[in-house]
């Protein structure tokens, strides 16, 4: 089936199969930050854009992207490096292979809640699961993140 | 010091933040063939046909190969050093297969549709056998798990095929009995662990092709290259000039892929078809058909007086190493020997064990390695002692424990040159509140809150046996390569090594480039296991920077005109101290590259006759709910002597993470098998690995001590980060609850189950 998407702001026309996963279709048009580590929506490593929201791209049909824009981290490389900053001084980001999963998910919480408290970031970021770092590293790194946010007084902090 | 022991960021940090495509099926060829596993739905079956002809006839399926196919020397997946404890007992693909899971058939397709189509339509005839799926009654059972002639040992481990039996040994030391029976008293427990997944988040995975003069070329996310390159040599019957492996980032190891667990396949497919190809195993074979931690059965008594002083510990380890015995004969052994050791001045103790062949899956190398399995049960017994001696656990442990300056003698006779053991306990004590808190205090809401204690040590490399290498060179502008053999797996050995260079070359962390890990380009290196890395090839890495550092004086002298005594380096330029003459490290470099007949690069080996133990204190408090049984972290401490710690990030985020993987061991992971042996525990929604919500607060401290032997006095953290978790939760659950859960992981069914026993 023919589908139109756009893909990391540039325009995409693509002849996908309907069982087509978006993971799968991503890494297919070099998007490799798109991680799988499980196959049954556990893990949080897949997580993408749909429309800015967050979404699992193993548990998506590639054909459900037709006429929206998809984003992974190779669409927001600057973010991506200025918050990874931060995880990467804490030692956090270990063997990086839960990192793009976790940061496209944190991007979104920022969005939304540009002022989280532990809990929430705790909460928001559960689905995303993380082998290496015990997660307090990451906790760390994302305090010292919105610190730094809020000292140079931007609120909203990563805007699209 | 101005890079060892500073908290720099790792060289591949903001490549992995930003998703750069840095793994392996990031870089594997585009035109690889897929490569999949057909595998046994039966846990101890004979292959009595198999008909591969219709899905040979699938568009796109290149080849399908069965057991009829592949080389008939058998061999272990097991990384570790020729001759290799582990015995031989594997064929690529067998006619007997031994658990669910075990590879019937190897299929491979230019698309993953059409190989998925052939798995579903070869079809195989089975005489199924029936199962030894107790590892209890696995010795001398009558049904042998590897009943064929070929079956070899090539060590003196206790093998024997014929009883079921991976390896067997025993030591002592005084006279055990007596001892125990002039004891105030002696406290027995049974502890069983399981064979918990190391549960990385990247899967196993491997792709192969040839290069320009036909060899194999395996890039393979794995710890131990030059181990691979050996081990498909074996399996595959060519030779090892043949055969080059690397590895690019790798996803979380944890010692899973200390064993070969997916390299033979591809490696087998792109042999024999001349194609590329790769394998990348689902979450689910990673869960079923892989390398897990030994399931254990820990038999402990340890006898004392009134007044505290313990005088005998007694270990039996009954171990189940499944349908192969990758790492069965030594992981083993850490159940006893990095456990009694905690513990000083013995007038006996005394090891034995058994290790098992069975019909499941086989197991392998897990952060901890045995030791994980034998603390839990040592400690938890200990913990045992002094609630029925009424003394505080801590005080117990003070009054026992090792100290610098000990003989161990059930940890090989060596000393503990460098132990900080009784600084970690005080300083644990004081960040969890412990003389506060200990034992509990009811809420008085259904709920009680209570503190559990342990502690832990490992080794740093295995004694003798390991080896580290490391070449540094000079080139160009006054910058250094240096390569290494050993496995950064995200633990950030690539980072660390260069800052043991940068310190000893003087010059900065940026000027040197690290490169890791080929076998056709790195030194020779057992591989990162064993806590080996920091201690064996940082040791290297020193060995190699003086020796360079040496030769750029010599050079640099040469150029001035004086001998090498009269000169010296100090990173930026050799100079006479005499005269005041010099040359720029640059100049040296780029002089060395013009009618020099001098290489100014090092490569050093280095290997240790001993193993300097880590040790660790973990202490925790949790809130206990008596209606529901479940358990809440609230805190959880850890304190670490790792000696100096190389890069104390990295060192913290390490032992963080090592305690969050210890208490998902403890509370959430279990392995459970159907009757007919298989694994139920096959995904990560029946195998809960924890998640941000259910570690609670971990809070890790370092308390360093100085092992001369080590570079810049370092030692390992790696693995004795794991220990602690299971025997401090089982204890906090007993100061709640009065009960002590023998068998992990402690449920919430467990407990509620056994408050109401208690209650009737
Ligand atoms: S790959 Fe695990 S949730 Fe998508
Ligand atoms: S850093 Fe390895 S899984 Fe998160």
Same mark, same amino acid.
């Not at chain 2, 040599?233 to 892929?257: D, E, H, M, Q, T």
């Not at chain 2, 030994?294 to 007086?305: D, S, W």
């Not at chain 2, 990758?326 to 005394?350: D, F, M, Q, W």
């Not at chain 2, 693995?719 to 025997?727: A, G, L, M, Y």
């Given at each position: 089936?023919?589908?139109?998407?756009?893909?990391?702001?540039?325009?995409?026309?693509?002849?996908?199969?309907?069982?087509?996963?978006?993971?799968?279709?991503?890494?297919?048009?070099?998007?490799?930050?798109?991680?799988?580590?499980?196959?049954?929506?556990?893990?949080?490593?897949?997580?993408?854009?749909?429309?800015?929201?967050? =979404?699992?791209?193993?548990?998506?049909?590639?054909?459900?992207?037709?006429?929206?824009?998809?984003?992974? %981290?190779?669409?927001?490389?600057?973010?991506?490096?200025?918050?990874?900053?931060?995880?990467?001084?804490?030692?956090?980001?270990?063997?990086?292979?839960?990192?793009?999963?976790?940061?496209?998910?944190?991007?979104?919480?920022?969005?939304?809640?540009?002022?989280?408290?532990?809990?929430?970031?705790?909460?928001?970021?559960?689905?995303?699961?993380?082998?290496?770092?015990?997660?307090?590293? !990451?906790?760390?790194?994302?305090?010292?993140?919105?610190?730094?946010?809020?000292?140079?007084?931007?609120?909203?902090?990563? /805007?699209? | 010091?101005?890079?060892?022991?500073?908290?720099?960021?790792?060289?591949?940090?903001?490549?992995?933040?930003?998703?750069?495509?840095?793994?392996?099926?990031?870089?594997?060829?585009?035109?690889?063939?897929?490569?999949?596993?057909?595998?046994?739905?039966?846990?101890?079956?004979?292959?009595?046909?198999?008909? @591969?002809?219709?899905?040979?006839?699938?568009?796109?399926?290149?080849?399908?190969?069965?057991?009829?196919?592949?080389?008939?020397?058998?061999?272990?997946?097991?990384?570790?050093?020729?001759?290799?404890?582990?015995?031989?007992?594997?064929?690529?693909?067998?006619?007997?297969?031994?658990?669910?899971?075990?590879?019937?058939?190897?299929?491979?397709?230019?698309?993953?549709?059409?190989?998925?189509?052939?798995?579903?339509?070869?079809?195989?005839?089975?005489?199924?056998?029936?199962?030894?799926?107790?590892?209890?009654?696995?010795?001398?059972?009558?049904?042998?798990?590897?009943?064929?002639?070929?079956?070899? $040992?090539?060590?003196? =481990?206790?093998?024997?095929?014929?009883?079921?039996?991976?390896?067997?040994?025993?030591?002592?030391?005084?006279?055990?009995?007596s001892v125990l029976s002039d004891c105030d008293l002696v406290v027995?427990?049974?502890?069983?662990?399981?064979?918990?997944?190391?549960?990385?988040?990247?899967?196993?995975?491997?792709?192969?092709?040839?290069?320009?003069?036909?060899? %194999?070329?395996?890039?393979?996310?794995? !710890?131990?290259?030059?181990?691979?390159?050996?081990?498909?040599?074996?399996?595959?019957?060519?030779?090892?000039?043949? +055969?080059? =492996?690397?590895?690019?980032?790798?996803?979380?190891?944890?010692?899973?892929?200390?064993?070969?667990?997916?390299?033979?396949?591809?490696?087998?497919?792109?042999?024999?078809?001349?194609?590329?190809?790769? +394998?990348?195993?689902?979450?689910?074979?990673?869960?079923?058909?892989?390398s897990p931690r030994h399931e254990m059965e820990v038999k402990v008594?340890?006898?004392?007086? /009134?007044?505290?002083?313990?005088?005998?510990?007694?270990?039996?380890?009954?171990?189940?190493?499944?349908?192969?015995?990758?790492?069965?004969?030594?992981?083993?052994?850490?159940?006893?020997?990095?456990?009694?050791?905690?513990?000083?001045?013995?007038?006996?103790?005394?090891?034995?064990?058994?290790?098992?062949?069975?019909?499941?899956?086989?197991?392998?190398?897990?952060?901890?390695?045995?030791?994980?399995?034998?603390?839990?049960?040592?400690?938890?017994?200990?913990?045992?002692?002094?609630?029925?001696?009424?003394?505080?656990?801590?005080?117990?442990r003070e009054q026992n424990m090792v100290r610098e300056g000990d003989?161990?003698?059930?940890?090989?006779?060596?000393?503990?040159?460098?132990?900080?053991?009784?600084?970690?306990?005080?300083?644990?004590?004081?960040?969890?509140?412990?003389?506060?808190?200990?034992?509990?205090?009811?809420?008085?809401?259904?709920?009680?809150?209570?503190?559990?204690?342990?502690?832990?040590?490992?080794?740093?490399?295995?004694?003798?046996?390991? =080896?580290?290498?490391?070449?540094?060179?000079?080139?160009?502008?006054?910058?250094?390569?240096?390569?290494?053999?050993?496995?950064?797996?995200? @633990?950030?050995?690539?980072?660390?090594?260069?800052?043991?260079?940068?310190?000893?070359?003087?010059?900065?962390?940026?000027?040197?480039?690290?490169?890791?890990?080929?076998?056709?380009?790195?030194?020779?290196?057992?591989?990162?296991?064993?806590?080996?890395?920091?201690?064996?090839?940082?040791?290297?890495?020193?060995?190699?920077?003086?020796?360079?550092?040496?030769?750029?004086?010599?050079?640099?002298?040469?150029?001035?005109?004086?001998?090498?005594?009269?000169?010296?380096?100090?990173?930026?330029?050799?100079?006479?101290?005499?005269?005041?003459?010099?040359?720029?490290?640059?100049?040296?470099?780029?002089?060395?590259?013009?009618?020099?007949?001098?290489?100014?690069?090092? @490569?050093?080996?280095?290997?240790?006759? @001993?193993?300097?133990?880590?040790?660790?204190?973990?202490?925790?408090?949790?809130?206990?709910?008596?209606?529901?049984?479940?358990?809440?972290?609230?805190?959880?401490?850890?304190?670490?002597?790792?000696?100096?710690?190389?890069?104390?990030?990295?060192?913290?985020?390490?032992?963080?993470?090592?305690?969050?993987?210890?208490?998902?061991?403890?509370?959430?992971?279990?392995? !459970?098998?159907?009757?007919?042996?298989?694994?139920?525990?096959?995904?990560?929604?029946?195998?809960?690995?924890?998640?941000?919500?259910?570690?609670?607060?971990?809070?890790?401290?370092?308390?360093? $001590?100085?092992? !001369?032997?080590?570079?810049?006095?370092?030692?390992?953290?790696?693995?004795?980060?794991?220990?602690?978790?299971?025997?401090?939760?089982?204890?906090?659950?007993?100061?709640?609850?009065?009960?002590?859960?023998?068998?992990?992981? +402690?449920?919430?069914?467990?407990?509620?189950?056994?408050?109401?026993?208690?209650?009737?």
């Amino acid at each position: 089936m023919m589908i139109k998407l756009n893909l990391n702001g540039k325009p995409v026309t693509a002849d996908v199969a309907e069982d087509s996963l978006l993971i799968d279709f991503l890494r297919d048009h070099g998007c490799y930050s798109v991680k799988r580590g499980c196959e049954t929506s556990n893990c949080g490593l897949c997580t993408v854009f749909l429309d800015g929201k967050p =979404v699992l791209s193993c548990s998506l049909l590639t054909v459900r992207t037709d006429g929206k824009s998809v984003q992974t %981290l190779e669409g927001l490389q600057e973010e991506a490096a200025e918050f990874g900053a931060f995880i990467a001084r804490q030692g956090a980001e270990q063997c990086g292979f839960c990192n793009p999963g976790m940061i496209m998910n944190a991007i979104a919480m920022f969005r939304e809640n540009p002022d989280p408290t532990d809990e929430e970031i705790m909460e928001y970021l559960a689905g995303n699961l993380c082998r290496c770092s015990g997660y307090e590293g !990451q906790l760390r790194g994302i305090r010292a993140f919105l610190d730094y946010k809020k000292s140079k007084g931007e609120t909203s902090v990563c /805007n699209m | 010091m101005q890079y060892v022991n500073q908290p720099v960021m790792k060289k591949d940090a903001m490549a992995l933040v930003t998703g750069q495509p840095v793994f392996m099926d990031d870089l594997a060829p585009a035109d690889c063939l897929i490569v999949k596993l057909l595998r046994s739905p039966h846990a101890n079956a004979m292959i009595e046909e198999i008909r @591969t002809d219709a899905a040979m006839r699938i568009p796109g399926i290149e080849a399908i190969y069965t057991w009829k196919d592949v080389p008939q020397q058998r061999f272990t997946l097991a990384g570790q050093t020729y001759p290799e404890p582990s015995p031989y007992d594997r064929l690529i693909l067998d006619r007997h297969v031994r658990f669910v899971g075990d590879p019937v058939a190897i299929v491979a397709g230019t698309t993953e549709k059409a190989v998925d189509r052939a798995l579903k339509i070869i079809k195989v005839k089975y005489q199924v056998l029936e199962p030894v799926l107790d590892f209890h009654t696995a010795k001398d059972n009558p049904v042998l798990v590897h009943p064929e002639e070929s079956w070899k $040992s090539l060590c003196p =481990v206790g093998a024997d095929n014929k009883r079921n039996l991976c390896a067997a040994d025993f030591s002592e030391e005084g006279d055990l009995d007596s001892v125990l029976s002039d004891c105030d008293l002696v406290v027995e427990g049974t502890y069983h662990t399981k064979a918990n997944q190391q549960a990385m988040m990247e899967t196993f995975r491997t792709c192969c092709y040839l290069d320009t003069y036909g060899r %194999l070329n395996i890039l393979s996310s794995t !710890q131990i290259i030059f181990h691979v390159r050996r081990i498909v040599s074996n399996a595959l019957g060519i030779p090892k000039s043949k +055969i080059r =492996v690397s590895k690019p980032r790798i996803g979380g190891g944890f010692g899973a892929k200390q064993t070969a667990v997916c390299e033979i396949y591809p490696a087998f497919v792109t042999w024999m078809t001349k194609k590329p190809s790769k +394998i990348i195993f689902s979450r689910e074979e990673s869960q079923i058909a892989s390398s897990p931690r030994h399931e254990m059965e820990v038999k402990v008594r340890i006898g004392a007086m /009134n007044d505290g002083k313990i005088r005998a510990i007694d270990v039996y380890t009954l171990s189940n190493t499944g349908a192969y015995g990758e790492h069965g004969p030594t992981t083993v052994g850490l159940s006893g020997h990095k456990s009694i050791s905690l513990y000083r001045n013995l007038e006996a103790y005394r090891f034995a064990y058994d290790v098992v062949y069975t019909n499941e899956m086989s197991a392998g190398a897990y952060r901890g390695y045995g030791a994980t399995q034998g603390l839990f049960a040592v400690e938890t017994t200990v913990n045992k002692l002094a609630a029925r001696l009424h003394m505080d656990p801590v005080k117990l442990r003070e009054q026992n424990m090792v100290r610098e300056g000990d003989e161990m003698p059930s940890y090989y006779h060596e000393t503990a040159t460098s132990c900080a053991l009784d600084r970690c306990l005080s300083r644990a004590k004081e960040m969890i509140g412990w003389d506060e808190k200990f034992p509990c205090r009811d809420m008085g809401n259904g709920k009680v809150r209570s503190v559990g204690v342990a502690m832990s040590m490992q080794g740093s490399g295995i004694s003798g046996v390991d =080896v580290g290498s490391a070449t540094i060179k000079l080139n160009d502008d006054g910058i250094y390569t240096l390569m290494i053999g050993a496995a950064d797996m995200g @633990t950030g050995c690539d980072t660390t090594l260069a800052q043991v260079a940068a310190e000893c070359l003087d010059c900065s962390l940026d000027d040197i480039t690290v490169f890791s890990a080929d076998t056709d380009l790195s030194p020779y290196d057992s591989g990162s296991y064993a806590s080996s890395t920091a201690y064996i090839t940082g040791g290297a890495v020193v060995k190699a920077c003086e020796k360079l550092r040496e030769k750029i004086t010599q050079k640099g002298a040469e150029l001035l005109g004086y001998s090498a005594s009269d000169a010296e380096f100090d990173g930026k330029e050799v100079f006479c101290n005499a005269t005041g003459a010099s040359v720029s490290l640059t100049d040296i470099a780029i002089r060395s590259m013009a009618g020099n007949h001098e290489a100014l690069q090092v @490569t050093e080996a280095n290997s240790s006759p @001993t193993s300097p133990p880590p040790f660790m204190v973990g202490m925790v408090e949790i809130e206990l709910d008596k209606e529901t049984g479940s358990i809440d972290i609230l805190d959880y401490v850890g304190v670490v002597d790792c000696g100096t710690p190389l890069n104390p990030n990295l060192a913290r985020v390490q032992t963080e993470g090592g305690i969050a993987q210890g208490i998902g061991m403890a509370l959430y992971e279990d392995i !459970q098998y159907t009757p007919k042996g298989q694994l139920m525990n096959n995904s990560f929604m029946q195998y809960k690995i924890p998640s941000r919500m259910d570690v609670g607060r971990i809070r890790v401290e370092l308390e360093s $001590s100085y092992e !001369q032997s080590g570079p810049f006095g370092a030692k390992s953290i790696g693995e004795v980060v794991i220990n602690t978790p299971s025997p401090a939760l089982v204890h906090a659950v007993a100061n709640a609850t009065g009960l002590w859960i023998d068998e992990l992981p +402690i449920t919430a069914e467990k407990i509620a189950m056994g408050l109401l026993e208690h209650e009737n």
